[in-house]
């Protein structure tokens, strides 16, 4: 890194900033209850995290919870927690990852065998034919590119105009900024249904472009930039970064835009990874939008596209596109548990 | 902010000093209307930033947002020029007969939401703080349901809920005698079956939140709780639950603005049936403007969902009058 921030605390945050404390600090930062209550989704995530930086100070002088050391010698407290917390684990298991596990079967179980005996292992064997028919037959590849291209699109889009608003909002400060992030922060309020109709007009009939987005991919794309949330969170962490950086950066001669991308983006790479897993999740996820403004069914991704051919196609294959529909959002969540666990992008998945 | 806008200001002055030399003594005001000092200034590049915010957030936010509430006084079917009809649009859906039934649904899967979803994911937050080892693995599992699409998820209860005695739930309740049910075509139980999924689907993200509350809770009171002589259960009822008091009511709050706002599961699960009984306000606003049958009513559908969101505007002012208080107090 060129300029290495010198403040003790950021430099805390942001080089080795695994997500989580960088992210606490960078909302906490930003001020005191009244300015952060402003929305709803940014007070959850502030609550949680300002206790999560509790947490770390705590932690040297011994955190503990409810149940003391003492509570724990005592044979009838041990037994009776240890009973519960296994109690616990084994109804997460059958809750949390049982309906998970009986779809991986059904994927590679005979149709019939799915109808008749939903909760048999294999009576008559493995039917790997679903997998492969699902992913050819029923074309369930196509829909798996649009798919990973909308996220890719959306996650793009997200991040430009996170990084640059951001940047305006955090570092540049023209006068004017106040308003724009006024306005930005309102349309956390606002609820999404609102948006629907007049937004699906819009791509109807978009201004200048003068022709119609509708089975355009930057249907979905563009207004996805549009996440107050992305924007707030962003230009938080980029009000924590040292302002003496950017000085010594102006000093040796760097315009806004080496600023931009030589300086301010490098220090940012973990704001970065937060906002990217969720927008891209939030995309695999979403289904009411597309559906509107992609009625072309080749160009659908797959959470449109599997309620549309859950009838005419034959349940084992079609169970098999559920589970291949499952498989990439379930390893980015095992890849990056700690993202998603640290309480993060809490307002993402509220929204979402 | 003290010190970032005394930043760029330094280095206007430095210009605008060599402004007034080369045009000599004019105010310095009009200096600064120069469109070449303003490039000069950074005002250009600025602007350019500030591009993608603006025209993203003006075309596809801040303009939807006015242009509801005009089309909520509108009428229009996108071939002739709007008219303006008044509060006509808000009269149509204030007296169709199936708002109150939707209103009804909406308020019930709130209701049976708080009732299912609200105990459950604080109960096993508050016992998964409390183990020693394996904790990431209890997080892990809680949250697994969270990451599955939304869509993948309906479609797979959907299955789960087969009426037939042969269906995943109803060989599972066969083992203990009971069943089959209907489940999702009987008129009772669909709006349960509907909120036992959308709970499984979302009490991994409330268990997180928690157990981030829960770890900030100081362990001094914990330790003045039992000088004083309470146990296990004292302590949770009297140390641990006043001390989430706040992020409780964080989680109701945006429960009750997620649950009004329920459109998937009504949508995918029943498409609103059996007769009406799984019709939600969402769907309605739907149906206004997407339905088949219907469709294309732009101006009671922006009507209905301007209405709604009034609604929720109310709630999150309430919510927000009541964090400040206490974070005054």
Same mark, same amino acid.
Do not use: C
């Given at each position: ?137 029923? =074309? ?103 302002? =003496?950086?950017? =000085? ?105 | ?53 603006? $025209? ?41 007969? +199936? ?10 899967? !709130? ?14 937050? $508050? ?40 269906? $995943? ?33 979302? !009490?991994?993200?409330? $268990? ?19 000088? +004083? ?101």
């Amino acid at each position: 890194m060129t300029y290495p921030p010198s403040s003790e605390d950021v430099s805390g945050a942001v080089p080795q900033g695994a997500g989580r404390l960088a992210v606490g600090e960078t909302l906490t930062a930003g001020g005191d209850a009244p300015s952060d209550l402003q929305n709803p989704v940014g007070a959850a995530v502030l609550a949680s995290s300002v206790r999560g930086k509790k947490r770390k100070s705590s932690q040297l002088d011994g955190d503990r919870g409810f149940v003391s050391e003492q509570d724990w010698r005592r044979p009838s407290v041990n037994a009776t927690m240890k009973t519960l917390h296994v109690i616990l684990l084994v109804l997460l298991v059958v809750v949390g990852v049982g309906p998970m596990l009986l779809l991986a079967k059904f994927a590679i179980t005979p149709t019939q065998d799915i109808i008749r005996t939903p909760l048999a292992i294999f009576p008559n064997g493995v039917r790997w034919a679903n997998l492969t028919e699902a992913w050819n037959d029923v =074309e369930i590849s196509k829909y798996f590119l649009n798919t990973i291209w909308l996220a890719l699109g959306s996650w793009f889009m997200q991040l430009l105009v996170a990084t640059t608003g951001g940047f305006v909002l955090s570092v540049l400060r023209p006068k004017w900024a106040k308003i724009v992030n006024g306005l930005v922060i309102a349309t956390l309020f606002v609820p999404s249904v609102v948006l629907l109709v007049p937004l699906y007009l819009t791509i109807l009939d978009p201004p200048v472009l003068g022709t119609s987005l509708i089975n355009n991919f930057f249907a979905v794309w563009l207004p996805a930039g549009a996440s107050a949330f992305n924007v707030v969170l962003v230009a938080r962490f980029f009000d924590s970064l040292p302002r =003496e950086v950017f =000085e010594a950066a102006k000093v040796d001669g760097a315009g806004p835009f080496r600023l931009f991308w030589s300086v301010v983006l490098p220090m940012s790479k973990p704001i970065l990874g937060v906002v990217s897993v969720f927008a891209f999740i939030a995309s695999w996820k979403d289904f009411l939008w597309p559906m509107l403004v992609l009625k072309d069914p080749s160009k659908q991704p797959l959470s449109v596209r599997l309620p549309a051919i859950a009838a005419q196609t034959d349940l084992g294959v079609f169970l098999a596109a559920l589970a291949i529909s499952t498989l990439i959002p379930v390893l980015l969540f095992l890849v990056f548990q700690r993202l998603f666990l640290s309480g993060a992008g809490l307002g993402g998945a509220v929204k979402g | 902010m003290s010190a970032a806008s005394a930043l760029p200001r330094s280095g206007d002055r430095s210009d605008d000093v060599v402004a007034v030399r080369a045009d000599g003594p004019p105010p310095v005001r009009r200096v600064r209307r120069n469109p070449v000092t303003w490039v000069r200034r950074g005002g250009l590049s600025t602007l350019v930033f500030a591009l993608p915010v603006l $025209v993203v957030f003006g075309v596809f936010s801040w303009w939807p947002i006015v242009r509801s509430v005009v089309m909520s006084f509108q009428k229009t079917n996108l071939v002739a020029p709007a008219t303006w009809v008044g509060w006509d649009n808000f009269q149509y859906v204030l007296t169709d007969p +199936d708002l109150p039934t939707a209103i009804r649904n909406t308020l019930y899967f !709130a209701l049976l939401a708080l009732v299912i979803g609200f105990p459950i994911p604080l109960v096993a937050a $508050v016992l998964m703080s409390s183990v020693k080892r394996l904790k990431g693995l209890y997080s892990v599992l809680a949250y697994l349901p969270v990451v599955v699409p939304p869509v993948v998820a309906v479609l797979l209860w959907k299955f789960f809920y087969d009426g037939s005695a042969d269906g $995943v739930f109803n060989t599972i309740l066969g083992w203990v005698g009971l069943g089959p049910y209907a489940w999702l075509s009987s008129p009772t139980l669909a709006m349960p079956s509907l909120v036992v999924e959308a709970t499984w689907a979302a !009490a991994g993200g409330t $268990v997180i939140i928690y157990l981030a509350a829960l770890i900030g809770v100081p362990g001094e009171l914990y330790d003045a709780a039992e000088v +004083d002589g309470a146990g296990i259960w004292r302590k949770v009822w009297h140390v641990t639950m006043p001390q989430l008091r706040g992020v409780l009511f964080i989680t109701f709050i945006l429960q009750i603005i997620g649950t009004v706002q329920v459109f998937l599961e009504p949508y995918l699960f029943t498409g609103g049936g059996p007769a009406n009984a799984t019709l939600t306000i969402l769907l309605m606003i739907y149906n206004y403007a997407f339905g088949r049958s219907l469709g294309g009513d732009y101006g009671a559908a922006t009507a209905l969902s301007v209405m709604l969101a009034a609604f929720l505007a109310i709630l999150s002012l309430i919510y927000f009058k009541l964090t400040s208080s206490w974070s005054k107090s």
